[in-house]
């Protein structure tokens, strides 16, 4: 069974950065298409960021220019890079396998002003 473990989330203050990752036990799933999701408390989950397999990446409108989705084959791992945070960026982050309809367990990430 293939497996997408995230990590990276934590407590920050607005305007700091962080970077998720979302390590796939599987590399060939790596070059598929893949997607950021959050689901922040009494909302539903919603879609971040999403890469596909060419390599293009869309964004959410409140997320423009400060977040960055990306892939590093070698490593397995699809990042979400993350700058100038807000509050409003309070969730937990998911990664998805698009292709594959896998998720991962989440992380949580905590932004406080």
């Known amino acids: 069974q293939v497996r997408l473990v995230e990590s990276g989330g934590g407590f920050m203050q607005a305007g700091e950065s962080l970077t998720l990752s979302c390590v796939c036990s599987?590399?060939?799933?790596?070059?598929?298409?893949w997607g950021w999701y959050r689901q922040a408390p009494g909302n539903q989950r919603e879609l971040v960021a999403s890469?596909?397999?060419?390599?293009?990446?869309s964004y959410i409108d409140s997320v423009k220019g400060r977040f960055t989705m990306s892939r590093d084959i070698t490593k397995r791992t699809v990042y979400l890079q993350m700058n100038s945070l807000k509050v409003e960026d309070t969730a937990v982050y998911y990664c998805?396998?698009?292709?594959?309809?896998?998720w991962g367990q989440g992380t949580q990430v905590t932004v406080s002003s």
């Open positions: 998805e396998s698009e292709t594959y309809g896998s």
């Open positions: 599987e590399i060939s799933w790596i070059s598929s298409a």
């Open positions: 890469l596909d397999s060419t390599g293009r990446t």
